[in-house]
């Protein structure tokens, strides 16, 4: 790669301050523009800033000033913040994120293998989160890195199977070429409306769940299967390894049934984990209508499961302060969260371009351990050095 900015890659390779340039501005006589508002915002995973006090303050100092180009005393109050993200439509933020999120799948993130020699996927992940006094369910695009492509508003709690049921059935025209091969969910999504409407729309399906198997009939019939088939060790579809990632050992077993009206592949996963006792064994069910997945993608396709609290939900909270952040209204906060998403996957996609080429990795991190912090420290050292 182009040894170039993380500034620059945001400015010129995914033209995100335009994009934001382009939002419609309800306010009459704006004295501050738009795009420096809302680069304000979309810059606090960069900037480690947890509340718009935090914001507040660093809008005051050189960097951010310089990194957005304003000549003012100060970018944006947190009161200005607040107003301008009350005043957005958050379809049009929505738009924003989806054309960044595009944009980023240019440089082939988006698309991995499930494991070393197999076949690339595009995969999406879907769950719901509570963050503070908001509720939302975000759909996650995952391959190198994740990134949330669709964020939807929850009445509550109690709401997110619905608001993720009508939200699966706008995925193909929203997301577009971006729709994913496969979309996983966990128990809570285990269920046929789902899984139709997933297929509905051109992707298969996969749930892990923990459900014992006598609360789910396609899961007891599973289960009845594989029983008969140890007697018969020929009819027997099963295999073994040790994953020296994770440190466990594991075994899998399936079998073939019809769910939804479909025919899916039922497995049961056990794992033993040499360093924690407490998880001996540790176990779940996959059920899927992506029959060409081989037994070890199947397997390691119920951890990448994890990835959308791992890699989003905690990444955002960690960066932003999400999980402890509380907006007046849901509209604000959604727009809020669409923006840092929109960063941190950025962020995240120019990370994996630098990890292309070793050299050029090891000459970025200059001897400092690699943890998120240090990486996004060092990220904003070396834009602020190149820009």
């Known amino acids: ?61 050189p960097l951010l000033k310089r990194v957005l180009g304003s000549r003012r005393r100060i970018v944006a109050s947190d009161s200005t913040i607040l107003r301008v993200l009350g005043s957005l439509e958050p379809e049009k933020v929505q738009d924003v994120l989806l054309t960044t999120v595009a944009t980023l799948d240019r440089q082939g993130v988006f698309r991995a293998p499930l494991i070393d020699g197999g076949r690339p996927y595009r995969i999406g992940i879907v769950d719901g989160s509570t ?70 729309q051109g992707a298969h399906f996969l749930f892990k769940v923990t459900t014992a198997p006598e609360w789910r009939q396609v899961l007891s019939d599973a289960l009845f299967d594989m029983k008969a088939h ?85 990444r955002l909270s960690h960066l932003t302060g999400t999980k402890h952040f509380k907006c007046k209204g849901n509209g604000e906060f959604r727009c809020f969260l669409m923006l840092v998403s929109a960063m941190t996957a950025a962020i995240d996609a120019y990370i994996s371009i630098l990890r292309r080429s070793p050299a050029e990795w090891k000459e970025f991190l200059d001897g400092i351990k690699p943890t998120l912090v240090n990486i996004i420290f060092r990220l904003r050292l070396v834009a602020a050095a190149l820009d």
């Open 1 to 61: 790669m182009e040894k170039k900015s993380l500034l620059t890659f945001l400015r010129q390779d995914i033209e995100l301050f335009d994009n934001l340039a382009r939002l419609p501005d309800a306010r009459t006589k704006p004295a501050i523009p738009l795009a420096a508002v809302l680069g304000a915002v979309a810059l606090m995973p960069l900037f480690v800033l947890k509340s718009f006090l935090a914001l507040d303050r660093e809008a005051r100092g």
């Open 230 to 314: 140890r007697l018969y060790p020929r009819y027997r579809q099963a295999a073994s390894g040790y994953d020296s990632r994770r440190l466990c050992s594991w075994e899998i077993e399936t079998a073939a049934a019809t769910y939804a009206g479909v025919p899916v592949s039922v497995a049961f996963v056990t794992e033993h984990y040499q360093k924690d006792p407490r998880r001996q064994p540790s176990s779940f069910w996959l059920i899927t209508s992506a029959l060409d997945l081989s037994l070890a993608e199947l397997r390691e396709a119920g951890h990448v499961r994890w990835h959308i609290e791992n890699d989003v939900f905690k």
């Open 131 to 200: 963050m503070k006094n908001h509720d939302v369910v975000v759909f996650d695009l995952h391959g190198v890195v994740d990134a949330p492509a669709l964020i939807l508003e929850s009445k509550g709690h109690g709401f997110e199977y619905a608001t993720a049921l009508s939200g699966i059935g706008t995925l193909k025209a929203k997301l577009g070429a971006l729709m994913p091969d496969i979309i996983m969910g966990d128990g809570l999504y285990f269920n046929e409306p789902i899984a139709r409407e997933i297929r509905s």
